[in-house]
Every structure is written in structure tokens, then in C-alpha cells.
């Protein structure tokens, strides 16, 4: 996927791009080289047929292609996008079929990582799973490599993001106290030189 059609907020990064693995897509990998191998193989008895014979030839030949080309175009599109603050997911489950799913670092409960399977364990591909805090999204990236080190990372980055986020609040914070010792004494100015010039407060008086 072209990550630059992702409209990024201020001072936000891409940290990670995570697809599937390209061998669980095998069995589409396996249907365009059968299609492309028979075409070749029948391709002299097929050409003795003349105009029909040629027209199987290339039918073969494209369901090859289509084969290929749906599986790149799958796997390219199909990827889930990690930031400085958010998770991206894209989950394309057919080519006109697309879902995407945002989660903030701070509505993030748990994140898990899964590998199951010969294969799974062979290649090192599994699941990552992130579940929000409300429970109303769940975020499952499917067949990536290293799902156990993908958590992790995706772990580090939550918690910096939240660390981050409490500077900022405290700062926020310390703003705000400012603000407001500033107004009370603006008050406290007005409110006595309101009262100097009723008369109330003598003007020789000393704060």
C-alpha cells in the first residue's frame, strides 16, 4: 500500500509496515504456475487446433496472470500501518472489499502475539492481536513474520506515546496553575484599586 495516501497529523510518524507473509499466500503462488505450466505444455497439441487451440492457450496464460496478480495486489494492500500515535489497519478481504480500523495508543488495553501451526513455527508467521480498553475494537494482523517481536515493539511505542502524553499533561497543567495564579491577582489588583479609590484603603498604605 502507498503509505503517503495515509493523511498523517502533525509531527506524526510511520515506525512500521507490517504484511502478511508472502508464502501463506503459497496456494495462489501454486495456482498461477500450474495454469502457466500447462498452457506451456499443452501449447503444441493446443496450436495444432488452430484459432481455438490458440484462444485455450491464451486463456490459460491469463488465468496464470490473474492468479498472480491478485495475490500481489492482496498482499500489497492488505498491511496494517503503526505510527507515534495510532495503529492503522487496512484489511483488504477481497478486491472490492475493504475495512479500516484506527485505535489511539491511550484505548489500547493489550496487545498479544500468536504463532501457531508446523508452518507457522517453521517460518516464524503468526498472529498480532491489539483489543482496545472499551472493547469495541479488536485488531487482528494476520500471518505477519515475527508476530512475539511485532508486540513488542508495538508495546514500546504504546508506552512511550502514553509517557509522552503525561508530560504533555502535566505541562498543560502547570499552564493552567499559572493561568490562574495570574488572574487571581489580576483580581487582586483591581478589587484593591477599587477599593484606594472609594477611599477604603489609604493610598500611603504598603502592600
Known sequence: MNTKKINLKHDEEILLSLRRHALTLFWMWL???FFLILAFFLMFWLFSYGIWGSIVFV???????????????????????ITNYRIIDI??????DKVISEVLYDQVE?????VKGIAGTI???????????????????????????????????RHENLRGLKKQEQVQNSAINILEDE??????????????????IDTDTQE
Open 31 to 33: 495456482g498461477g504456475l
Open 59 to 81: 486463456i490459460l496464460i491469463w488465468f496464470s496472470a490473474m492468479f498472480w496478480a491478485r495475490g500481489l495486489y492482496m498482499w500489497r494492500k492488505d498491511t496494517c500501518i
Open 91 to 96: 484489511n483488504r478481504r477481497a478486491i472490492f
Open 110 to 114: 493489550g496487545v498479544s502475539g500468536r
Open 123 to 157: 517460518f516464524r508467521y503468526g498472529d498480532v492481536t491489539i483489543q482496545t480498553a472499551a472493547g469495541s475494537v479488536q485488531i487482528v494482523v494476520k500471518k505477519i513474520k515475527e508476530p512475539v517481536i511485532i508486540q513488542q515493539k508495538i508495546n514500546e511505542f
Open 183 to 200: 488572574e487571581l491577582k489580576r483580581v487582586y489588583l483591581n478589587t484593591r484599586e477599587e477599593l484606594k479609590n472609594r477611599g477604603f
